[in-house]
């Protein structure tokens, strides 16, 4: 059984205990550790268990890289404690499965904390205040995390309702489709690669439909051409969005 917890700026953002052979880390929704953050990649790394259940951490090409313990790997044996770096967020695993005195098989589980987090250093002392419960059960799906309330302080971003993923309108030219090279990953029914774009213009932020095909509706009416406002509603194949202003 293994433990990782994400971490953004010392604080405990998420758990994951499972027994995957697979483990995939990126910003896609589809990953088993989705991270929504524009410095993590769509399929940023992942976690392969080797003939020996020992757990390998591979980065899978991403752009800002991944980082073991400050270092940035390729492809790395992961020992119980290591603590990866994706982006802004810290991803601590733990290995928690061991043996009771009773024969049966419990858990360590308990608060975890990094203590006086140092802004731009990875090397964080990570505290657990430990306790023995029984297995808990185990959830293995997706579950996206949302950006904290000051990363996203001053930019516009896309709400993604029924997933809660964020979306920061951060660039200058955005696309959105099905495609694994759109900023935006949406899918659904006639849904291509770069089906639409958000583009910043003097006056604001146009969502603008690139494909006759697929329609794009903002407050239950179809669009070619709309000035974003305070939040709209915007549905996109089998996505719903709410776009919101950030002052």
């Known amino acids: ?67 073991v313990n400050g270092k940035r790997i390729k492809k790395i044996y992961l020992s119980s404690g290591d603590k990866i770096t ?21 858990q360590i589980t308990g608060t975890y904390y990094i203590d006086n987090p140092v802004p731009g250093h990875t090397n964080y002392n990570v505290v657990m205040a430990e306790t023995k419960v029984p297995p808990a059960p185990q959830h293995t799906q997706p579950v996206a995390l949302m950006e904290s ?29 099905s495609g694994e090279n759109d900023d935006i990953f949406v899918s659904g029914f006639m849904i291509a690669e770069g089906q639409a774009t958000i583009e910043k213009k003097d006056e604001g932020l146009y969502l603008c439909a690139n494909k006759l095909i ?26 719903t969005f709410r776009y919101m202003e950030n002052g």
């Open 1 to 67: 059984m293994a433990k990782f917890v994400v971490f953004y700026n010392g604080e405990p953002l998420k758990t994951y205990e499972m027994d995957e052979p697979v483990i995939s880390i990126g910003r896609l929704p589809e990953n088993t550790i989705s991270i929504a953050n524009m410095g993590v990649s769509r399929r940023h790394a992942k976690i392969e268990e080797d003939a020996d259940r020992k757990y390998v951490l591979c980065d899978l090409n991403s752009l800002n890289g991944t980082f």
């Open 86 to 106: 994706i982006g802004k967020y810290t991803i601590l695993y733990e290995e928690t499965g061991f043996q009771g005195t009773n024969g049966s098989s419990e």
């Open 149 to 177: 309330k000051d990363d996203k302080e001053g930019v516009a971003v896309l709400i993604e309702t029924n997933k809660h993923v964020v979306y920061r309108l951060e660039k200058a030219y955005m696309t959105v489709g």
């Open 214 to 239: 697929g329609k794009i509706k903002v407050n239950g009416k179809s669009v070619r051409s709309h000035l974003l406002q305070h939040k709209d509603r915007i549905e996109i194949g089998s996505s």
